[in-house]
């Protein structure tokens, strides 16, 4: 069996095929991030955040992430490397829910013991966006 084919998310339009992983950081500029020999570059978060207490600015932020990707086809994992504020991950964590397109979350931690990421799995495959009215679909 090939390995899956990795995939940053730059572009923000897609043409995804099966097994295909997403990677993508949470706060820019706070950690390099290499995943087996895999530079991710695309964050959440792309600037510095000033008001971490902004749960509804946050919230946006990461709505709107979600909302420029254009993903076609199915992605089987999208790794989320966790490097930032707590309520930054919560805001994104809430916004994830509210898109159709989601597989499965898995969250990824830097492991000082073995100098990689360890995997945290969130959650899997919704398949209908929960808000009514969202916008999202």
Same mark, same amino acid.
């Given at each position: 069996m090939n390995p899956p084919k990795v995939l940053n998310v730059r572009s923000r339009s897609l043409d995804m095929v099966r097994s295909v992983e997403m990677r993508i950081g949470l706060c820019k500029g706070r950690h390099d991030i290499v995943d087996n020999g895999v530079t991710v570059t695309d964050f959440v978060f792309e600037e510095t955040i000033e008001s971490p207490h902004d749960f509804q600015g946050l919230y946006e932020s990461a709505y709107n992430? %979600?909302?420029?990707? #254009?993903?076609? &086809?199915?992605?089987? #994992?999208?790794?989320?490397?966790?490097? &930032?504020?707590?309520?930054?991950?919560?805001?994104?964590? +809430?916004? /994830?829910?509210?898109? =159709? %397109?989601? =597989?499965?979350?898995?969250? $990824?931690?830097?492991?000082?013991?073995?100098?990689? /990421?360890? $995997? +945290? =799995?969130?959650?899997?495959?919704? +398949?209908?966006? #929960?808000?009514? &009215?969202?916008?999202?679909?």
């Open positions: 992430f %979600f909302k420029s990707m #254009e993903v076609k &086809g199915e992605v089987k #994992e999208l790794h989320l490397f966790v490097t &930032g504020l707590t309520s930054a991950l919560v805001a994104t964590l +809430q916004a /994830y829910r509210n898109f =159709p %397109f989601a =597989p499965e979350l898995i969250l $990824r931690h830097f492991d000082r013991d073995s100098s990689s /990421y360890s $995997r +945290q =799995p969130w959650e899997t495959n919704f +398949q209908t966006c #929960e808000l009514q &009215g969202c916008g999202c679909e």
